[in-house]
């Protein structure tokens, strides 16, 4: 069975500053990662994937994140937090891509000016 | 490309009643995907499509529930005799099998049951 734990359900930064949320999963087979952002009363939209190729996987609005098999971590990281960054992320996982997504509890980032 | 899109946007039920929501994919994605969604947690898997063939429920998915997909295009879930704990958000996402690995999600169908 697959499962992703996300640490922090609520992480608040400084705009300007690091944006670091952290993922770790468990799966029996090769992974495929997702990181998805939602804003409130909206659905879930993709910010960057990993598919088994370049380990360090860049996305939308100047995210990226890198996956270490070594540590089953998938964390996404932005160098500079903007106010329109605060929203709720969600890691997912799979075992194709094409499957259900299993989502971890979601992060809450709050960004303060 | 419109997206996906889900209707109604919100609906209030009292306890007891039924429901029916529709999802329409986007219009050249083959598979499509229920979650479930409550307050403070993530989306949970509930079924999956690939066109009019349901490939998987999730055992979220008691008997009260069903799904459709009956020509491969839109999709109703369909929920019977409502308890309040049904109330959450239900989300659609479609995705084109075996061309990318991403899923799109729509806005979502709020459910209130009182």
């Known amino acids: 069975a697959q499962s992703v734990t996300q640490l922090g359900s609520h992480v608040s930064v400084s705009e300007g500053a690091l944006v670091l949320l952290r993922c770790n999963y468990s799966?029996?087979?090769?992974?495929?990662l997702f990181w998805y952002v939602q804003y409130p009363n909206q659905g879930l939209q993709l910010l960057l994937k990993?598919?088994?190729?370049?380990?360090l996987v860049k996305g939308i609005n100047g995210f990226e994140a890198e996956f270490k098999k070594s540590e089953t971590s998938f964390h996404l990281t932005k160098p500079s937090a903007h106010m329109s960054d605060a929203a709720e992320y969600f890691c997912a996982v799979s075992h194709s891509g094409n499957t259900p997504l299993v989502f971890g509890k979601g992060t809450r980032l709050s960004v303060i000016a | 490309d419109t997206g996906v899109s889900q209707n109604p946007r919100h609906k209030i039920t009292k306890r007891g009643q039924n429901v029916t929501f529709r999802c329409d994919p986007i219009?050249?994605?083959?598979?499509l995907y229920w979650y479930r969604q409550t307050l403070g947690q993530g989306p949970e898997f509930l079924t999956y499509f690939q066109n009019e063939a349901q490939l998987e429920k999730s055992r979220l998915l008691s008997d009260r529930f069903s799904a459709e997909r009956p020509k491969g295009s839109f999709s109703t879930l369909e929920i019977q005799r409502t308890e309040q704990g049904d109330s959450a958000m239900y989300l659609c996402a479609s995705s084109l099998a075996g061309k990318s690995y991403e899923q799109y999600f729509g806005p979502g169908t709020r459910l209130t049951v009182t």
């Open positions: 990993y598919t088994s190729a370049a380990t």
């Open positions: 799966s029996s087979v090769p992974p495929y």
């Open positions: 219009s050249e994605h083959n598979r």
